[in-house]
Nanobody, 121 residues
């Protein structure tokens, strides 16, 4: 059974930082690229960052480029999202998922519950 368990969210002030984690199980983690997505209230889920299966390649949405860093530890079946210089518009529920390819980044697994990130003063 596939499981994706996101954690690390919380309430932070603008300019602050958070580190999100996604623990994966039920599939061959090292065989898939992984992505982070977020969904703000009333908006569609959007792609935030992608990392290749071996961790060598990454790409980001323009809105987070230079502030967020995606990484992974295949030995721990975990993908991370380091978020710095946070802005109120970063607020939302953050999800991870395996993707079909690095460039298409279509989610392959059932969604976890996500972790809430709130950026507010």
């Amino acid at each position: 059974q596939v499981q994706l368990v996101e954690s690390g969210g919380g309430l932070v002030q603008p300019g602050g930082s958070l580190r999100l984690s996604c623990a994966a199980s039920g599939f061959t983690f090292s065989g898939y690229g992984m992505s982070w997505y977020r969904q703000a209230p009333g908006k569609e889920r959007e792609l935030v960052a992608v990392i290749s299966s071996n961790g060598i390649s990454t790409r980001y949405a323009d809105s987070v480029k230079g502030r967020f860093t995606i990484s992974r530890d295949n030995a721990k079946n975990t993908v991370y999202l380091q978020m710095n210089s946070l802005k109120p518009e970063d607020t939302g529920v953050y999800y991870c998922n395996a993707v079909d390819s690095f460039w298409n980044a279509r989610p392959r697994m059932s969604w976890g519950q996500g972790t809430q990130v709130t950026v507010s003063s």
